[in-house]
């Protein structure tokens, strides 16, 4: 498969597993788990798991400005994007907050094109359309609420924005088992110093809610970030975040299949309209001359050359070997 298509079917698989998050987050709610602690167990059993993979997978850690890079993704891109998603919810609707949330593929295609010449080429900017058009619909609804709650939710996309397009940037020269490990300790223990001081760690009190607990670190976490990433490294940031807008549409259907939640034509047309935004963003062909941020996946020979740490290497020297067995 060729590193686009199988980038574009990371990114897409991904969506599926962050899809399932509330599906996973209703069973950890009725067993007495609220939002902060489930951020905190998500983050510390996923960071647990990853750090265990890496030592049996031998590989090692970044080091210089991509590990910072990685830190700064997990403690301020993941908790910021979380604190001030959870934040609006206590004053807007989960409907609004979803598509605040969703405005950041548009900042991420702006934001490139502003800092890093990206170009904005018509069939991006029409899998954009596409895709908030087909989330508008889905969704349903107004923009209604506080405007302090509008404001953290539009806080909720920038921070995942910066997120994305960091790891544009980086993503391509380590290990995606590496990225993952890295930004999900720096998630948990970002968490877990604001949980430590509000005092309140609410544990599953059933064994359906540690179920929902462990899938969510599992499949939502561990799973989709490493897709994710390993996928943004391969089609860039952009093309990523174009591709990403399948979430909600995975969120419907598996909600219908497993809490029984009804689908609606209206549900069925916008979701119709959010796959012909993501295959017309699958289908796009990478820019000759202004590539992605991260295209350099696509040609590791001269991701090669562009040392990164003071021994010289690039830390996809040092994990090559271990890439194809991920």
Not at 51 to 57: E, L, N, Q, R
Not at 258 to 272: D, H, I, K, N
Not at 304 to 322: H, N, V, Y
Request: glycine fraction near 10%; charge should be positive; include cysteine.
């Amino acid at each position: 498969m060729l590193p686009p298509l199988s980038g574009a079917l990371f990114v897409v698989l991904a969506g599926a597993c962050y899809g399932a998050i509330p599906i996973f987050a209703h069973l950890a709610r009725a067993s007495g788990v609220d939002s902060a602690s489930m951020v905190f167990l998500r983050f510390a059993l996923s960071a647990l798991v990853l750090v265990v993979w890496m030592k049996w997978k031998n590989l090692a850690l970044p080091r210089g400005r991509t590990l910072i890079a990685l830190l700064a993704m997990g403690a301020i891109g993941y908790t910021g994007m979380s604190l001030c998603f959870f934040g609006a919810l206590k004053t807007v609707p989960a409907g609004t907050v979803s598509l605040l949330l969703y405005l950041y593929p548009a900042l991420v295609l702006l934001l490139s094109a502003l800092l890093f010449g990206e170009t904005l080429s018509r069939q991006r900017l029409g899998a954009l359309l596409l895709s908030s058009l087909g989330m508008v619909v889905t969704i349903g609804g107004a923009l209604s609420g506080s405007p302090a709650g509008i404001l953290l939710g539009i806080g909720s996309a920038l921070f995942y924005a910066a997120y994305v397009i960091t790891g544009g940037r980086v993503a391509y020269r380590v290990h995606p088992l590496a990225a993952t490990t890295v930004v999900m300790v720096a998630g948990a223990v970002s968490n877990g110093v604001l949980l430590l001081l509000s005092q309140q760690l609410h544990l599953p009190a059933s064994a359906s809610g540690w179920l929902g607990i462990l899938l969510l670190a599992g499949v939502s976490t561990v799973v989709a970030t490493a897709l994710f990433l390993s996928g943004m490294a391969r089609v860039g940031a952009s093309r990523a975040s174009l591709l990403s807008t399948s979430e909600p549409l995975f969120t419907l259907l598996l909600a219908a299949v497993f809490l029984g939640e009804a689908l609606t034509l209206t549900q069925l047309l916008g979701g119709t309209l959010i796959i012909a935004g993501v295959l017309l963003a699958a289908k796009e062909r990478q820019s000759r001359k202004k590539p992605d941020a991260g295209s350099a996946a696509l040609q590791p020979q001269q991701a090669q050359q562009q040392p990164d740490d003071k021994d010289g290497k690039s830390e996809i020297q040092r994990t090559a070997p271990d890439r194809a067995g991920f």
